[in-house]
């Protein structure tokens, strides 16, 4: 074994025993995480609710080929949709759908990073989310969750490159956009907040508030003579 492969080797034992280690402090310190909320993702392999208007018809996929399939399907009915309602349906089911390339392990970081999050203890929840990203650096959800830790921690630079790594891995991802969208305006560029707006609407056209902001930052630009 070369050295290379040794020290690739080493890491992710590393890494599993701390992904470990985390888990096992978060059964001890952490209530279990519910999830009767119709908003609530679904754990990866579950089936959906009979009849989710959001899938459009469709089952539900019984793999990330299938639901990788099936959310090209639903981004084009979430573009194109007229209705707000109807387009909030589509939105929840694609966030569901989100969860299923993460895997049981990676979506329960993700889970309980937010969980401490909510308990206003950032620190905690970063921990789990570095672990998440480490563990699937080609997870787009991993990516878009840590950003979230980062932005209430007011680390905003650090959140804005995480939901750059989410949007490179899914370019649809709303959530990231919408976010990006935020933070930008928050830091004070206007143009760049204002192109990121037009971007997401472009994806999801009934998402709540971004009509709103991107008319504000129309005229806060013109005011301006950008």
Known sequence: ??????????????????ISAILDTATAQSPPIERSSPNAAAQPGAKSSKGDPGMMGQPWPKSPQEASKTLETLYAHLATEGDKRRGGEIGAAIEKLWRISGGDTVNLLIDRGEDFSSKMQQDKALKFLDAAVDLAPDYAEAWS???????RMENYQAALGDLRRALALEPNHFRALDGMAKILDLSGEKKAALKAYEQLLIVHPNIEG?????????????????
């Open 1 to 18: 074994m070369n050295n290379h492969v040794r020290n690739s080797t080493i890491a992710a034992a590393a890494l599993a025993l701390a």
């Open 145 to 151: 969750h840590r950003a979230y830790i980062h932005y």
């Open 210 to 226: 971004a009509e709103e902001s991107a008319a504000e930052l129309r005229k806060a630009v013109g005011d301006r003579g950008i």
